[in-house]
């Protein structure tokens, strides 16, 4: 098949969105719209035949439109039809994505791109980190994204590679395991208790729902860990027994006793406007259209100045600090139960593929696990890290054939659109 220019403009995008992913904010907006010019532009007279890829561009546009109809309705702040319009750009990505990544040779390019700004972005945090005043227990040292968009990456690739590591292709196992060391120091200078969070539930849910014949051994090895970890006197170990007991602390952290009354407060909000004002809940009251209606509401009934007294200052009033808080209030009900519902799509599909021993599915199914575990503590539905979460799903999903199952990893097929082996990458 002969390679258009076209094909070359697309290859190129892929590869510098993939190295984006880790460095460049703005290749979150900039090659994506590259992507959806250039998908105009071939006018693909296939797309809708892959009947997978057809419910997945249904069930995206369906949510856009009902995100961006709810705007419209319950308008309170212009500027947040522009800032939704803007944030919900991954809802077309994905299925553009997918049809693109058909194509074995646009994987690899994407993959590769993602492998390189990984590396330079974890080579940048050690330089920070070593320029920098802190401590090893101390560090929150960030990379070319802020502290949290980088705590996120992070998780991200250890999701993704820990599945790697049990699979028979030494050479796959290989590069998950060298993926996973240059991470583990920068998860150290970032301070990322949330990576320990994500990571810790989403390694669990991968082996109860895929390895249960292995869950001996990952109990063992968390025993020795946290054995490690807790009694040997090692900065490193006690870098990371700092963090992961800070996640417990309700008692003198206010950055976690800030987030609990978040949740119950942003709760009892969602309540009391569903009883008073049920148009807001169900179409949404926008970014800022949230943030007035919530101040309004804490200084009514009294409790703003004491919430701030009690949590020194660590409660937000612009965010919730909880994915499905944060999309019911700000997208509405509407919204809610279609983005959930293609998330819940997208994982089933994801774990049909990986219990067949699909070993890029099984990482991609961890990655949503990651993600849905990070949106338990930080409202990351409508962020950047969205955009590379769902980047590296679609890839991963459409790498699933490329090395087989665990039981037949040699074994090669021809598809017509995406012309993919199975043993190949």
Known sequence: MSITRIDRLNQIILGLFGVSLCVFKGGMYLFPVLLFITFIFIKPKNFMQDEMLKKIALISFATFVVGFLSKLINLSVYSDIGFYTKKAIFLFLIPVLLFYLKNKLNQKILFSGFIVGLV????????LFIHSHFTMSEALVDSFWDILRWREILTFSLCIAIPVLFHKDNKLKLLALALILVCIPSVIFSGGRVV????????????????????????????????????VPNP?????????????NTESNYSNIGRLHMYKEGSIFIYHQLVNHPKSILFGMGEKGFNQEFVHYLTQEGKYEHLMEITNRQFSVRDQHNALL????????LYFVMFYSMMLFLFFKTYQSAVQGHIFSQSALVLLVGYMSIGMLYGNEFSFDTIIMFTLWCLLFSMRNNTGTEQKNTESVNEKDGDIVKGDL
């Open 120 to 127: 330079i972005a974890n080579f940048y945090c050690y330089y």
């Open 236 to 248: 490193v170990f006690k870098a990371i027994d700092h963090r992961v007991e800070s996640i417990f």
């Open 196 to 231: 320990y969070f994500a990571v810790t539930i989403a390694v669990v849910a991968y082996f109860f729902l895929l390895k249960r014949d292995k869950i001996k051994h990952f109990i063992l090895f968390a025993v020795i860990c946290s054995g490690l970890i807790y009694f």
């Open 326 to 333: 944060n999309t019911l209030s700000k997208q509405g009900m």
